[in-house]
């Protein structure tokens, strides 16, 4: 199976919002709602943010929402700061006991 | 707090084994099931292999298939990636992660992750 689809890079300057979208198949995102999203700074550990679509775990920032329309998921940081700028990962559960990840997106704060 | 400390990465040739071990503390571990992700430059991050929670079902990679093992010691708290007829290919940062379900099926994603443990298959 192929991974997902994320955009390579998003840009945003602070305080604006910014949307990363992860495009998988009627297999995996569309089929599940087990979409999942990850922050990774250089150097360091994924930091799970989103999960099952929407759900947000506890610590996570309001400012990271998520949400699932048909085969797409979508990252949405609002407010955007300085802290946000970091690499974001989407996963998806895509049958037979199996988990996709997205190539990932460079978030960029200008 | 929830810590997962991986061991046993390291420099190979192609074609010997490794095996990588991945220690948790801070919660009941024989509760959850586990995870191997891996992450290199050119390919992100894959997720490798999965185990349940009471070691029942185990899960992998189509290209790992038959090459690695994944298991875990309760007893031990500790959870394994026995790595057989390495590959270039397999050379990456390996983590072990949590799968957040408790004693149910794995959900497939993961709560907390291990701080990486690098393997290089090289000649």
């Known amino acids: 199976q192929s991974a997902l689809t994320q955009p390579a890079s998003v840009s945003g300057s602070p305080g604006q919002s910014i949307t990363i979208s992860c495009a998988g198949t009627?297999?995996?995102?569309?089929?599940?709602?087990?979409v999942s999203w990850y922050q990774q700074y250089p150097g360091k550990a994924p930091k799970l943010i989103i999960y099952e679509g929407s759900q947000r775990p506890s610590g996570v920032s309001y400012r990271f929402s998520g949400s699932t329309s048909g085969n797409t998921a979508s990252l949405t940081i609002s407010g955007l700061q300085d802290e946000d700028e970091a690499d974001y990962f989407c996963?998806?559960?895509?049958?037979?006991?199996?988990?996709?990840f997205g190539g990932g997106t460079k978030v960029t704060v200008l | 707090q929830v810590q997962l400390v991986e061991s046993g990465g390291g420099v190979v040739r192609p074609g010997r084994s490794l095996r990588l071990s991945c220690t948790a503390s801070?919660?009941?571990?024989?509760?959850?099931?586990m995870h191997w992700v891996r992450q290199t430059p050119g390919k992100g991050l894959e997720w490798v292999a999965a185990i349940w929670h009471d070691g029942s079902n185990k899960y992998y990679l189509d290209s790992v298939k038959g090459r690695f093992t994944i298991s875990r010691d309760d007893s031990r708290n500790t959870l394994y990636l026995q790595m057989n007829s390495l590959r270039v290919e397999d050379t990456a940062v390996y983590y072990c992660?949590?799968?957040?379900?408790?004693?149910?099926?794995?959900?497939?994603?993961?709560?907390?992750w291990g701080q990486g443990n690098l393997v290089t298959v090289s000649s």
């Open positions: 801070g919660f009941t571990f024989r509760d959850h099931g």
């Open positions: 992660a949590r799968d957040p379900a408790v004693k149910l099926a794995t959900l497939f994603y993961f709560d907390y």
């Open positions: 996963c998806s559960y895509s049958g037979y006991s199996t988990s996709l």
């Open positions: 009627s297999s995996d995102i569309g089929s599940y709602n087990l």
